[in-house]
């Protein structure tokens, strides 16, 4: 039963291997420049990680192992290995895929690997828990917006590193209570050119099958010279300028995102100058 399998599988909550900062990660590649030069240069961050950054950190390790548990329900013939497999150290990007979809039988004389599913195509698999400005950001906008995108920046260079054809994307809300409060609130507006949500959306997972053949093919050239290019100001100490301006904003003083979530922010603010607007990419 599923409650059996449930019980039976152990959480594995595989940990990170300690990532060298000679190169830029994979999920920061979308990142400000000049905090990805920060981190690359292996300074210290000034903004103390709040206890909350923790623990959601650690939530999401806890989600990604559920979320393969329910992958795996659902669908008996696949298993999710290779998790948290470092890309190799030649690539011009660090980073830990979260797995690949597996296909084997279910009897065990009868177990095989293979690196194709059915269809195929070698797909990955990648996990996000994401807040409920990101999550609500994809809800609207799709992979086409500025969340998604962020998403496909980081597993077009799996794809390529690793050889996969396709990613099954899971995108899980840490705050789905919030989520659908918006949602709910969203669908009673009268002005129709301020409704976004739908009854198709769901407030607590996303999934999505991602084909990663353009991708692979006219991002990732554009991300390796993005990420030479950081990794070369880094070697020679060449501070680049903000993307954003991490200046607190307006009446209120009210500082923007993504800059009130850099732990470099007031590394940056020192250096100056400050003011940047984001640049295109």
């Known amino acids: 039963t599923a409650d059996e399998f449930l019980a039976a599988k152990e959480p594995?909550?595989?940990?990170?291997?300690?990532?060298?900062?000679?190169?830029?990660?994979?999920?920061?590649?979308?990142?400000?420049?000049?905090?990805?030069?920060?981190?690359?240069?292996?300074?210290d961050e000034t903004d103390a990680e709040k206890p909350d950054m923790w623990l959601t950190q650690q939530q999401g390790r806890v989600m990604e192992d559920v979320?393969?548990?329910?992958?795996?329900?659902?669908?008996?013939?696949?298993?999710?290995?290779?998790?948290?497999?470092?890309?190799?150290?030649?690539?011009f990007v660090t980073g830990h895929?979260?797995?690949?979809?597996?296909?084997r039988y279910l009897h065990p004389r009868e177990a095989r690997h293979a690196r194709e599913l059915p269809d195929g195509r070698v797909w990955g698999f990648e996990h996000k828990h994401?807040?409920?400005?990101?999550?609500?950001?994809?809800?609207?906008?799709?992979?086409?917006?500025?969340?998604?995108?962020?998403?496909?920046?980081q597993i077009a260079p799996y794809g390529d590193a690793l050889g996969w054809d396709a990613c099954f994307l899971v995108v899980v809300?840490?705050?789905?209570?919030?989520?659908?409060?918006?949602?709910?609130?969203?669908k009673a507006v009268k002005n129709e050119e301020n409704l976004w949500a739908t009854g198709e959306m769901n407030?607590?997972?996303?999934?999505?099958?991602?084909?990663?053949?353009?991708?692979?093919?006219?991002l990732v050239p554009l991300l390796k010279r993005r990420a030479l290019a950081l990794a070369g100001a880094a070697s020679e100490g060449t501070l680049p300028e903000p993307e954003y301006?991490?200046?607190?904003?307006?009446?209120?003083?009210?500082?923007?995102?993504p800059c009130s979530y850099c732990p470099?922010?007031?590394?940056?603010?020192?250096?100056?100058?400050?003011?940047?607007?984001?640049?295109?990419?």
């Open 97 to 103: 895929p979260d797995g690949r979809l597996d296909w």
């Open 130 to 153: 994401f807040g409920r400005y990101q999550y609500e950001q994809l809800l609207k906008e799709g992979l086409d917006g500025e969340a998604g995108t962020k998403l496909i920046t």
């Open 67 to 91: 979320s393969v548990a329910a992958i795996e329900r659902a669908a008996p013939l696949i298993r999710v290995v290779d998790r948290q497999l470092a890309l190799p150290a030649d690539y």
């Open 12 to 43: 594995e909550l595989p940990e990170n291997e300690p990532q060298v900062r000679l190169k830029p990660r994979a999920s920061a590649l979308a990142d400000c420049a000049r905090q990805q030069f920060y981190y690359m240069k292996n300074l």
């Open 245 to 257: 301006d991490p200046r607190p904003q307006g009446k209120a003083q009210k500082v923007e995102f």
């Open 203 to 218: 407030p607590k997972v996303l999934t999505y099958g991602v084909d990663l053949t353009e991708a692979k093919r006219d």
């Open 264 to 281: 470099y922010r007031t590394l940056c603010l020192d250096a100056g100058p400050a003011g940047m607007v984001r640049i295109p990419r």
């Open 173 to 186: 809300s840490q705050d789905a209570s919030s989520v659908r409060s918006d949602m709910t609130r969203n």
